[in-house]
Each structure stands twice: as structure tokens, then as C-alpha cells.
């Protein structure tokens, strides 16, 4: 399930694979680690703050829980050198395109 002709994880694929940013004519594009802040900007432009609750009470992790700041700093330390040149070259457009700052290389 989630898998692609290869036997990968889809989740884990870079965005512009699966989701062609430049063809699309998008109006804004939100982080989820910036939710709600972000979302509350949606709402507001889609003139439906009426429904803001419904969205604050829903998780957006299968788990029920997201990963915090200090959290993904201790797994980034747990990768080696080339890991993370790995994947800071495998989602190079991603961070470029979705203003997202690369793996810290000395973390």
C-alpha cells in the first residue's frame, strides 16, 4: 500500500515527482509545521474562519503526534555525512521550490 513501481514508500518521494508545482498556477502553498498559523491565513482567504475548528481538531499524523523541532535535530545527528548529502541532494528542488532550508551538515 503507498507504493510505487519500485516498491517505495510514496511518502517519501520529493514533492516535485508527484505534484507538478510549476504547471499549476497556485495561489499559496502551506507548511503543515507551520500549522495553524498558515491554515488560519487559508481560512481567511477562503472566507471560512466560521470553520476553524473543525480544522484545529484534526491531526495531520497517521501516529496522532508530530515530531518536534528538538526531535528531528536529535535524528538528523544520527546520520552519517553522506546521508544527509544524500538527502539534501535528493530534495534539493523541494527545499529550493517550497523554501525549505537544507540539512544542516554540521548538526
Not at 477562503?46 to 499524523?61: A, E, P, T, V
Not at 552519517?80 to 530534495?91: A, D, G, R, W
Request: a negative charge; one cysteine or more; hydrophobic letters at 30%.
Amino acid at each position: 500500500k503507498g507504493r510505487d513501481d519500485k516498491g517505495n514508500n510514496g511518502h517519501w518521494r520529493p514533492t516535485i515527482e508527484w505534484c507538478d508545482l510549476c504547471q499549476n498556477d497556485l495561489d499559496i502553498i502551506i507548511q503543515l509545521e507551520q500549522e495553524p498559523e498558515e491554515l488560519m491565513v487559508l481560512l481567511d482567504r477562503l472566507q471560512m474562519m466560521q470553520y476553524k475548528g473543525n480544522f484545529l481538531s484534526k491531526h495531520n499524523s497517521s501516529s496522532n503526534r508530530s515530531a518536534s523541532a528538538d526531535e528531528i535535530k536529535e535524528y538528523v545527528k544520527q546520520l552519517n555525512k553522506e546521508q544527509k548529502e544524500y538527502l539534501n541532494k535528493l530534495y534539493a528542488p523541494d527545499f529550493e521550490m517550497l523554501g525549505y532550508d537544507p540539512i544542516d551538515m554540521t548538526a
